[in-house]
């Protein structure tokens, strides 16, 4: 992979995470914008993440016609999304807007973790997707400020205008790289770390359905929490749009510390202990958050915690994905995907729902401790069976 690659797709990854991830400290001006509830605006969330359970048919595309293809396909999604959320006022036809960018994520993600994975070994395949999950950190500590200077400005349309206008040179980009172009293979199995010989394959499988548990089980407890942390900002302390927006500097950086932990930490200490560590750490950051609430830099230090956790540990799964059932790579990261995508799901909407009716952040907290110790569980329990 040359530096150009590597350029376009970075760009182009840091694009389609900020199209996810503004929603969620600007989800109250949203909110305020269709003049609708904000339990309301979650189901724009929600309509988001419903895209992605089509995940299994962008990763059988990619083995099929090329990855290439695929993260193609997700950018041009992308653009008329965000055309679509950019122009309009109402709520129906902003959440189709939402459905279409939920689908170019979910095209363009599965594809790359592919792309990279099949043409990197397994034993430095954590450096490697660390590095391309970087985008997802960049996106927020240098898109989320912006966006939140956008709509100071130009209304809550501000970040999609943007978005339409980014994605559009990330289509470009993709178009013109030469390597891009011409790098559609698929399908190559890279040697498993330690050199381990290839399981039966209905045994690999089902190993790999319990290790995608995992991945449900701990994207359900993080999106239960982050959904309605601005919200929780904004009631317990206060804080305006323009201070969340800068604040998420500081997840970003965080996030961003999180992607260098693995690419320098996790091929050397394994991946499944990396995984195990990390939710472990994930789980103790959302305990801490109910008793941070007299002091808002306690607040902003066990936020900032929350997201180092839980980067370094979903990062951390990816490369372990990967390997799983390296004939079909696409697939199954495809599935985890898919998975991940129904956690997220389950979270936008229980989150707000929760928030509403108790204005506690307390009870989100029991809630996803306890999916965090069923992810802990499930993990434990595929590395016996192991």
Known sequence: MSALTWVVILFSRMVLNLGVRVTYPFLPEIARGLDIPFHQAGLLVAGRHVAGLTAVLWGMLGERRGYVSGMQTGLLLLVVGSAIVWWNNSFVIVLGGFLLLGLAKTAYDPNVQAFVSERVPYSRRARALG?????????WFLGIPLCGI??????????????????????????????L?????????????????????????????????????MVFANENMVIVYGAWLEQTFHMEVEKLGFFSILVGLAELAGECTVVFF?????????????LALTGCSYI?????QGSVKLALAALVLLFYFFEFTIVSIFPYVSELVPSRRGSWLAYNYSLMVVGRLAGSMVGPYLWDLTQNISYLAVISVAAQVLAIALLLAARRRR
């Open 131 to 139: 590095i391309l999950e970087s985008a997802w950190s960049g996106s």
């Open 150 to 179: 956008l709509i100071a400005h130009l209304g809550w349309h501000g970040p999609f205008a943007f978005l339409c206008i980014a994605s559009l040179l990330a289509v470009a980009g993709t178009r013109k790289s030469q390597q």
């Open 181 to 217: 172009a011409n790098s559609t293979s698929s399908g190559s199995s890279l040697q498993p770390e330690g050199g381990a010989e290839e399981e039966n394959s209905t045994v690999r499988e089902v190993y790999a359905l319990v290790v995608l548990g995992v991945s449900l089980f």
């Open 266 to 278: 996790v091929d050397r200490i394994g991946k499944k202990r990396a995984i195990l560590i990390g």
């Open 288 to 292: 801490l958050l109910p008793f941070c």
